[in-house]
C-alpha cells in the first residue's frame, strides 16, 4: 500500500519543492528533524492511567517512560518461566508479609509507570492506585537489555527503590546485577552475581534464591 500526503492541493514531495507556493509555516509539521525535544509535549502518568482505564491500549504492551510511551518487548518462553519462576519462589517464601505482583505498572514518578517482571510491595495497597513503593523490583532483560540497564534503573534509583535486580538472558550464561543503594543519580553499587550466588534481598529477610536454580538452559 502506497500512502500519499497532500499539502496546499499538492503531494508532499511537490510541496517541499515548491515553498513558493505553500505556506512555509505547515511545512516543518513533515520534517522530523524540526521537532527540537522542547516541542514534543509528554504524557503525565495520570493521563496514561486514564488512557488505560479508556481501554486504548488492549491490543498492545506499552508502558511509560519519561514521558514517552514505550513498546514493550515480545515475552518469548525463556522470559516466561524465569518470571514464573521468581514469582513462585517469592510468594512461597514471603507468604502474606509482602505482595508480589507480574506485569504490573508501577508508579514510579510523574512521568513514569513502567511495568517491571516481578515487584514486590507492601501489603493491602489502594484498590485505586498503582503500587508506588517497593522492596524489590526484577527485569527479566533479553532484547530489552540496554533499557532495563540504563533507563529503567535510573527511573527506580530516582524513585529511591531500594534493590532492583537485572536477570540478564542475553547472553551464554544467566547472570543478575544487583543494583543497590539508589540516589537521584542512579544507584550506587552494581554486584554481578553468577552460578554459585545467591541472592539475598535486603529488605526481605530471609529470602534466599540460587542463582543455580533459576529455571535455565545450560
Partial sequence: MQF????CGMPVATALVEK???????LPMFDPEALSPERVRPL?????????????????RVE??????VTMSPQGPKHLRITAW???????ALG????VFQHSPYAASDDSAPEPDISVTPPGGSLREQPSAAALLIEVSDSSIAIDRRIKSAIYAEAQVPEYWVVDVSGDALIVEVHTDPTPHGYRRIDVLKDGDVLRPSRLSGVELAIRDIPWDR
Fill in 4 to 7: 500519499s500526503a497532500v499539502v
Fill in 64 to 69: 511509560l517512560l519519561r514521558g514517552v510511551l
Fill in 86 to 92: 521468581f514469582g513462585r519462589e517469592l510468594v512461597l
Fill in 96 to 99: 502474606r508479609s509482602w505482595d
Fill in 20 to 26: 513558493g507556493e505553500c505556506d512555509a509555516m505547515l
Fill in 44 to 60: 503525565s502518568r495520570g493521563e496514561y492511567v486514564r488512557m488505560v482505564e479508556l481501554g486504548m491500549f488492549e491490543d498492545e
